[in-house]
């Protein structure tokens, strides 16, 4: 399982121009799974975006998680071009990403296990093309692996 996790003041998704999620100040988790990921990758990860302190205090440290901003929210998107090889050639091979029948059922329970951790998670649409916009905080980028 791989996220890219970005601090952002805003950020929505949009599927065939219409809005469809959105958070304002918080996380956009771009998520990818591959094919050897079960629950325990989930549980593991959903922990580690939970308590992962990348948002200032009060001194400007990043010292604070996710829960403890008032109002913010987490937008997770799939996003399997994160399993994307581009070692070889020219063009990307994307045979390390987990296939739709296996990855879809990831998602959703990524996206429950987000929010039985009391976060307040937005979600794009699974297999469409969408347009995510954001607004990057700091920036602020973390890549994450499990």
Do not use: C
Not at 83 to 112: C, E, M, T
């Amino acid at each position: 399982m791989r996220v890219l996790v970005q601090r952002v003041t805003r950020a929505e998704v949009r599927v065939a121009g219409n809005v469809i999620a959105r958070v304002g100040r918080g996380m956009l988790a771009l998520v990818g799974f591959t094919h050897s990921d079960r629950e325990a990758q989930l549980h593991w990860m959903a922990d580690k975006i939970a308590s992962l302190r990348i948002f200032p205090d009060d001194a400007g440290k990043m010292n604070r998680a996710l829960g403890d901003i008032p109002d913010a929210g987490i937008l997770v998107v799939s996003q399997f071009t994160l399993y994307g090889d581009a070692i070889k050639g020219r063009r990307p091979s994307f045979v390390d990403a987990a296939p739709a029948d296996l990855s879809n059922p990831l998602y959703q329970f990524f996206i429950q296990l987000l929010r039985a951790r009391g976060l307040s998670t937005a979600h794009g649409e699974f297999g469409a093309d969408m347009e995510v916009e954001l607004v990057n905080d700091g920036p602020v980028t973390i890549w994450l692996e499990r």
